[in-house]
């Protein structure tokens, strides 16, 4: 499993060309390197690429419902690195440092689901190995956020491998895609922007470990669809708790024009290093 093949990428090929349903193909490369936060300071981060170039926003992966998913995971680390998508592959596979790993996983379910690396659990998805995959079949405008919190200190410690005491975590960066206020607002796929009577298709996984609880101004959203709470959807709200390691997919239709935040109801998530507004905190633009 975890030796490439010099055949795998043409078995891939043939595999595409043979198989009824389609097949979505993503090369992930595991890449450390450092975050860099909306301060300026550099953290010690992993994250999953869709090239050999690091970045710190893990990818949105696309697919449609029904569809073959195949990746291709490198691990350009010297750690050993395990791979799972939560929800729809039954258990992790294992990157040994600098190998290869093939992953498939067939007939994809609707959803919004946290693609991840289970290894040693918070470790490695909190030091940033945590990413979104989106099946969706519908063409509405469609933005992704991923969430994550971070404290700046176990970064470093993770980085030395030094293990970390997370009964003592205190998280004091708070990123959407990697990013923060304001720098969130220049991501095309986090900005949410629309019209009046559109309907946008907000995309939300919690890659973090605490929960945060959105609130969103002037307008309520539909959950239609809840990873943790699937008796939730059809609920109408302004603010929601998203809970680690969960997903959920809401539906805005804008009822009047206007530049409304949306933003984590927890006053702490707002700061970076204790500077405020630069925390989880994005605005919704809507044309009239
Ligand atoms: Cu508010």
């Given at each position: 499993?975890?030796?490439?093949?010099w055949?795998?990428?043409?078995?891939?090929?043939?595999?595409?060309?043979?198989?009824?349903?389609?097949?979505?193909h993503?090369?992930?490369?595991?890449?450390?390197?450092?975050?860099?936060?909306?301060?300026?300071?550099?953290?010690?981060?992993?994250?999953?690429?869709?090239?050999?170039?690091?970045?710190?926003?893990?990818?949105?992966l696309?697919?449609?419902?029904?569809?073959?998913?195949?990746?291709?995971?490198?691990?350009?680390?010297?750690?050993?690195?395990?791979?799972?998508?939560?929800?729809?592959?039954?258990?992790?596979?294992?990157?040994?440092?600098?190998?290869?790993?093939?992953?498939?996983?067939?007939?994809?379910?609707?959803?919004?689901?946290?693609?991840?690396d289970?290894?040693?659990?918070?470790?490695?998805?909190?030091?940033?190995?945590?990413?979104?995959?989106?099946?969706?079949?519908?063409?509405?405008?469609?933005?992704?956020?991923?969430?994550?919190?971070?404290?700046?200190?176990?970064?470093?410690?993770?980085?030395?491998?030094?293990?970390?005491?997370?009964?003592?975590?205190?998280?004091?960066?708070?990123?959407?895609?990697?990013?923060?206020?304001?720098?969130?607002?220049?991501?095309?796929?986090?900005?949410?922007?629309?019209?009046?009577?559109?309907t946008?298709?907000?995309?939300?996984?919690?890659?973090?470990?605490?929960?945060?609880?959105?609130?969103?101004?002037?307008?309520?959203?539909?959950?239609?669809?809840?990873?943790?709470?699937p008796?939730?959807?059809?609920?109408?709200?302004?603010?929601?708790?998203?809970h680690?390691?969960?997903?959920?997919?809401?539906?805005?239709?804008?009822?009047?024009?206007?530049?409304?935040?949306?933003?984590?109801?927890?006053?702490?998530?707002l700061?970076?290093?204790?500077?405020?507004?630069?925390?989880?905190?994005?605005?919704?633009?809507?044309?009239?």
């Open positions: 499993m975890n030796k490439v093949k055949y795998l990428p043409i078995f891939i090929v043939f595999y595409s060309i043979c198989a009824q349903s389609t097949i979505v993503y090369n992930l490369f595991v890449i450390q390197d450092s975050m860099l936060t909306v301060n300026g300071e550099k953290l010690p981060y992993v994250s999953y690429n869709l090239t050999n170039h690091f970045r710190q926003e893990n990818p949105i696309n697919a449609r419902v029904g569809d073959t998913l195949t990746l291709l995971i490198h691990n350009r680390t010297n750690n050993v690195h395990q791979f799972q998508i939560q929800g729809l592959s039954k258990s992790p596979i294992e990157i040994l440092p600098k190998d290869t790993a093939f992953v498939e996983v067939k007939r994809l379910l609707e959803g919004a689901f946290i693609y991840f289970p290894y040693d659990f918070p470790v490695n998805s909190y030091f940033g190995l945590s990413g979104m995959l989106v099946v969706k079949n519908h063409s509405h405008k469609s933005f992704y956020w991923n969430l994550k919190d971070h404290q700046y200190a176990l970064n470093f410690q993770l980085s030395e491998g030094t293990s970390v005491d997370w009964a003592l975590y205190e998280p004091n960066l708070f990123t959407i895609n990697g990013k923060s206020n304001p720098d969130i607002n220049i991501d095309s796929d986090a900005k949410v922007i629309g019209s009046v009577g559109d946008l298709v907000i995309h939300i996984t919690n890659t973090g470990l605490g929960i945060h609880s959105l609130h969103f101004h002037g307008y309520h959203v539909e959950i239609v669809y809840s990873s943790k709470f008796n939730h959807v059809g609920r109408k709200k302004d603010t929601l708790p998203i680690p390691m969960a997903s959920m997919i809401l539906q805005l239709i804008p009822d009047k024009p206007g530049e409304y935040p949306v933003h984590d109801h927890n006053l702490a998530a700061r970076a290093n204790k500077k405020y507004p630069k925390g989880m905190f994005t605005t919704l633009s809507i044309d009239p």
